[in-house]
Structure formats: structure tokens, C-alpha cells
């Protein structure tokens, strides 16, 4: 009986002993979450500094890249694109045209030297012999007038001082002069064909080979018609050559002409009939047509000019073909303008870089091989340094006064 009494009070402390066990671990699954306390930020350390640096950045406003000007800048590049486009450029007054040639003597003088002043220096010895004749002609040829007029001017010269005994300086300048003139041939018109008629305008194409300044020469022939009270329409048919075109329009902009141009490595036979076709809406006198340079040599390039000047005969009459020559090129101009005279017709030869050189002889033997005169003669890199061609103000200027 005790057995049994001790055996029920240690179950029943055991029962009790497991039911606390389990309602403690109830309460303590049972508690609530204490709640977070914010989490305390701290300055991550700088980095060691030195002098006014050692001391810890301060708050301050901060402007945008946008709003912190550039130094030195006083608008923004869109403002002031703007108001330079806006900005008239200003239009100059070309000298006039008339009497160019005489003012620009002394530029052209300087040829004298191997033409005009040598051939004075050799009729000026006390015995004029073969061998002295022979020098003359060897002056003459160098300075690119041509064989056959050289052997003309020189038997004319030999007649006339052995006939009339001519010996004094003033005779014999007076006696070259006559003979440098009647070989230049004063009786060819070289009068510029620039008149526009009644419902077109006047239409000059400029033509000729890379590096002889045909787009210089086509502005500044603007600038002559300019100070003859000509309106002006450049046409920019060369596409081929970088920049050409903003070129020609910087020389129309001096002068207050408008500039036809079109895409680079466009049509230039399109572009030559949109500047004919604007010079007719707006009533122009002349329409100046520069166009590429291109070798002789190049039969397509060749044809493709050909095709300009009929495509602009579509609208207008074509007035002057006018083919631009280095006179510093001697004979080989010769055989350029021997080409291109062949694909059109030229009217009128221009020489430029005639200063400073001794090839003044080139215009006699281009005017006998193309049988069309000089009309215009490049005289220096200035502005106004084209001038109309005047034969005896030309042979003047070669021997001097």
C-alpha cells in the first residue's frame, strides 16, 4: 500500500513538472518583439588632410554644370551665331574698271626686264649683226611670244632700221613700240560681252584647267561689272573642289551679288541652269558661271562642259566663253587652250599671274593659236587687279617709258 501511495506522488510530480515546462516555453514564444531603436550614422572618416584641407567639408549650394558660365564668355554660341548672321556684311565699291591696266602699270612693268627693256638694250648697239638679230629673236622666244611672230616682228625690224638708219634711243623705242603693237593687233574686239538682253540676262562661262584661278578670276570680274552698275548672278558649277563654292560666295557677298550653289559633288550643268534660271527672275544684266578646272587630257570631263553650256543655251543665249590661262605656263597653255577650244567655243582669253614674270610674249602666240583675244589680264592678287586688256597701254607698260 505505501508502494503504491509513493508511486502516484512522484507520477504526479513528474505530470506537474512537464505541464510547467511546456507553459514556460509558451510565454517566452509568445512575448513581443522589442521594437527597434534607429541606428546611429556616423561620418565614415576622411582622409587624412593637410593645412586649410585638415578641416571637415562644410554644407554649401551647388550649381549645375549649366549654370556656371564660361570664363571669358559674354553670350551663349547660339546667341551670337545668330547675331552674326543677322549682321549685314558689308558691301565694298570696286575701283571702276576703265583704266585699270595704266594704273597697274608698274605691276606689269616688271616683265620689261626679259621683253620690252632687253629688246631696247640689244637695238641700242652700235653694230647691229647677225649675231646680235639672233639674241633678239632668243629674248622674243623665251618670253613666249611664239616662233613664227618672233621671225615676223624681227624681219620687220631688220627692214626698218637698215632702211631708215634708225639708231637714236627715242627712234628705236618709238620703232619697237609701233612693231609690239601692230603684233599684239590692236584690231581685234575685245570688247566684253556682259549687256543682258531684252528678257535674259548676259550669260559668260569661265573655263579652264586646275590651278589657273578661274574661281578668283570669275569674282573678281563680278567686282568689274559691279563698278559698271551691272547687277551680278555667280552661278557655282564647281563642285568638284573642296570649298569653291564658299569661295565664289565670299567674292558675291563684297559686292552684293547672290551666289547659285548646290550640293558638293553635284550636277554642275543643274547648278549652271539654276543660276541662269535665278538671274532671269530677278532681272539680272549678267550671269558669271565658274566652273571645275579639269585636265585637257580628260575626254569625259571635257564632254561633261560641253553638256553645261547646252544645258544652259536651254534658257539663254551663252555670251562669252572666256578660258582662263596662266601666262607663267608658257607653251603648255598653248595646248590647253587648243583642247578646249575644240569642245567650245571660246570668245575671250584671260591671263592671270602676268606680274613679275617675263611672259608677257603669251599674248600674241594664244591670240594667233586660238585666233580670239586677250581680254582680261590678271595683274596680282589684289581685289581690283583684273583689268581689261588694252593693247597699247600693255606694250607701254612691257618696254617702258
Do not use: C, Y
Not at 586649410?52 to 559674354?74: H, K, M, N, Q, S
Request: aromatic fraction near 2%.
Amino acid at each position: 500500500m505505501e508502494i503504491v501511495i509513493l508511486v502516484v506522488v512522484i507520477a504526479v510530480v513528474v505530470v506537474l513538472g512537464a505541464g510547467g515546462l511546456v507553459i514556460g516555453s509558451r510565454r517566452k514564444k509568445q512575448l513581443p518583439p522589442t521594437p527597434p531603436s534607429s541606428p546611429k550614422i556616423t561620418t565614415p572618416p576622411a582622409e587624412p588632410q593637410i593645412g586649410d584641407e585638415a578641416e571637415p567639408p562644410r554644407e554649401e549650394t551647388r550649381r549645375t554644370i549649366e549654370e556656371v558660365p564660361l570664363p571669358g564668355a559674354t553670350a551663349a554660341p547660339e546667341a551670337e551665331e545668330a547675331a552674326a548672321a543677322a549682321e549685314p556684311v558689308a558691301i565694298e565699291v570696286p575701283e571702276p574698271g576703265a583704266g585699270r591696266l595704266i594704273r597697274l602699270r608698274s605691276r606689269l612693268s616688271r616683265s620689261q626686264n626679259s621683253l620690252g627693256k632687253g629688246l631696247l638694250t640689244l637695238l641700242s648697239r652700235e653694230r647691229l649683226d647677225d649675231d646680235t638679230w639672233e639674241e633678239i629673236e632668243d629674248t622674243l622666244i623665251t618670253a613666249d611670244v611664239g616662233v613664227t611672230p618672233t621671225q615676223e616682228l624681227v624681219e620687220r625690224l631688220r627692214t626698218r632700221v637698215r632702211v631708215l638708219g634708225t639708231r637714236t634711243p627715242q627712234e628705236l623705242r618709238a620703232l619697237l613700240r609701233e612693231e609690239l603693237i601692230t603684233l599684239v593687233d590692236p584690231t581685234f574686239d575685245r570688247t566684253l560681252h556682259t549687256e543682258g538682253h531684252e528678257e535674259t540676262p548676259a550669260v559668260v562661262l569661265v573655263v579652264g584647267v586646275n590651278g589657273t584661278g578661274k574661281t578668283t578670276t570669275t569674282g573678281k570680274l563680278a567686282r568689274v561689272l559691279v563698278a559698271e552698275g551691272r547687277s551680278v548672278v555667280l552661278g557655282a558649277a564647281d563642285t568638284f573642289r573642296a570649298a569653291a563654292a564658299d569661295q565664289l560666295q565670299t567674292w558675291g557677298e563684297r559686292v552684293g551679288a547672290r551666289t547659285v550653289r548646290g550640293p558638293e559633288g553635284g550636277d554642275p550643268a543643274s547648278i549652271a541652269f539654276d543660276a541662269v534660271k535665278e538671274g532671269i527672275a530677278a532681272g539680272a544684266d549678267t550671269v558669271l558661271i565658274d566652273t571645275a578646272g579639269r585636265l585637257h587630257t580628260k575626254t569625259g570631263l571635257m564632254d561633261e562642259l560641253g553638256k553645261v553650256k547646252r544645258v544652259v543655251e536651254k534658257q539663254s543665249p551663252v555670251d562669252e566663253v572666256l578660258l582662263v590661262l596662266d601666262a607663267t605656263t608658257g607653251q603648255n597653255g598653248l595646248v590647253q587652250a587648243r583642247v578646249f577650244a575644240e569642245v567650245v567655243d571660246i570668245t575671250g582669253i584671260v591671263l592671270t599671274k602676268l606680274d613679275g614674270t617675263a611672259k608677257g610674249g603669251i599674248v600674241v602666240a594664244v591670240q594667233r593659236e586660238l585666233g580670239v583675244p586677250v581680254k582680261l589680264v590678271g595683274l596680282g592678287e589684289g581685289a581690283d587687279d583684273l583689268a581689261p586688256f588694252e593693247a597699247e597701254a600693255f606694250v607701254d607698260a612691257l618696254i617702258g617709258e
